[in-house]
């Protein structure tokens, strides 16, 4: 994952894409906001990770939890 900063004291949800790295593992990326708004961020989102309203950010490489919008296949 790569370093996410949420708003403080408030629960974010961040859309993220999915990737696998050379070494079989999944890699969780969040998606760039579009000029056009959230439905195009969604549409090329995976899914979404979750930050709690006690949690300031996620750091590089730290394991998260996603939820998937769809199935991702290999």
């Known amino acids: 994952m790569e370093k996410l900063f949420a708003a403080r004291g408030r629960r974010t949800f961040v859309p993220v894409t999915l990737s696998c790295d050379n070494k079989g593992q999944w ?17 090329k989102a995976d899914g979404y990770v979750e930050l709690m309203e006690s949690q300031q950010f996620i750091d590089i490489g730290e394991e998260v939890t996603v939820f998937l919008f769809k199935p991702v296949w290999d």
């Open 27 to 43: 890699l969780a990326s969040p998606v760039p906001p579009g000029q056009s708004g959230a439905i195009t961020t969604l549409a």
